[in-house]
């Protein structure tokens, strides 16, 4: 196994071994080096994209943000994984055989104690959405699994574009349908009090910058707009007209203001102007049946 002064030129393993708290065993960090990074576009999900760099070829960070436990598969957020395995020990144990052979069948031949890939990167955020099934309220897990879907989908499109014929495409969508159930879910419990995602310190949606909750909101009707259900029109327009509403009383659209200023203000116009637009076309074909 790599240590810190034997790593690869893109990553290392840190010295100091992580102990998981649902198996007892222990493992290494693989972590990103500095400098490596060549920063391109944001996306209109605030998904920022990366150039390569001809020393050390196509990166992607996100693979590296989840802690997983290379022997029970318990995944989470840095952060979370201590204090949230040791409070979920039991649940998590008794879920183990479910979730490691769910991810087997996904992806045979995962290996979480060398150097990640695209695979890996996926499979520890699919990992992550089963094992935030038992977290409690404390951990804000609805933000937190929107947040894992919304990566997994990333990670399914870039290993598209890689194997074009894998289905990663298919199963991108399946993580986006996630991602707008688990935005919108996050959103309605910030709201009512019953799991506050003010204190989680990184919201992302990537790893770049955190845009907060005002990246929540954004990101919870952009979703609904992208992949939300049309089966039911008058409900999709009521969903949509909400969305019109928050985004423009919480970001100004159409005013002068530099209280939120940067790319999420440019991207909240854009998303606000393509949320009028449905509505205007939603009305106009109400007019013509």
């Known amino acids: 196994m790599q240590t810190e002064s034997s790593g690869s ?18 493992f290494k960090r693989e972590e990103l080096r500095s400098g490596r990074l060549n920063v391109d576009e944001l996306t209109d999900e605030l998904h920022r994209l990366y150039k390569p760099k ?3 070829g196509e990166i992607f960070p996100l693979i ?4 997983v436990c290379p ?3 318990y995944a989470a957020f840095r952060p979370d994984f201590t204090p949230a395995g040791k409070e979920a020990a039991s649940q998590l144990n008794d879920s183990f055989e479910r979730r490691t052979k769910s991810v087997a069948k996904l992806f045979p031949g995962l290996d979480f104690q060398t150097q990640r890939g695209l695979q890996e990167g996926l499979a520890s955020y699919y990992l992550g959405l089963q094992c935030y099934e038992f977290v409690s309220a404390e951990y804000a897990p ?3 699994s929107a947040l894992c879907s919304l990566r997994a989908a990333w990670l399914c499109k870039d290993l598209h574009r890689r194997q074009a014929t894998e289905n990663w495409d298919y199963m991108a969508t399946l993580f986006y349908r996630k991602a707008r159930f688990y935005y919108r879910l996050a959103l309605e419990r910030e709201a009512d009090g019953s799991e506050a995602y003010s204190s989680v310190r990184l919201l992302g949606p990537d790893t770049d910058k955190n845009y907060g909750h005002e990246g929540v909101l954004y990101m919870t009707f952009l979703l609904e707009l992208k992949y939300g259900s049309h089966e039911n029109h ?10 019109k509403t928050a ?6 659209v159409g005013k002068k203001t530099k209280a939120k200023p940067g790319p999420l203000l440019e991207k909240a116009r854009e998303l606000y102007d393509k ?5 205007k076309d939603a009305a106009e074909d109400d007019e013509d049946e």
């Open 9 to 26: 030129k893109t990553t290392f393993f840190t010295k100091d071994s992580i102990h998981c708290p649902v198996c007892d065993a222990s």
């Open 54 to 56: 001809q020393a050390y």
């Open 64 to 67: 590296y943000e989840m802690e």
């Open 71 to 73: 022997h029970c598969y």
């Open 142 to 144: 609805s933000i937190k």
């Open 234 to 243: 008058e409900a999709r327009n009521k969903v949509l007209n909400q969305g």
């Open 247 to 252: 985004i423009a009383r919480m970001f100004g």
């Open 275 to 279: 949320l009028k637009q449905e509505l």
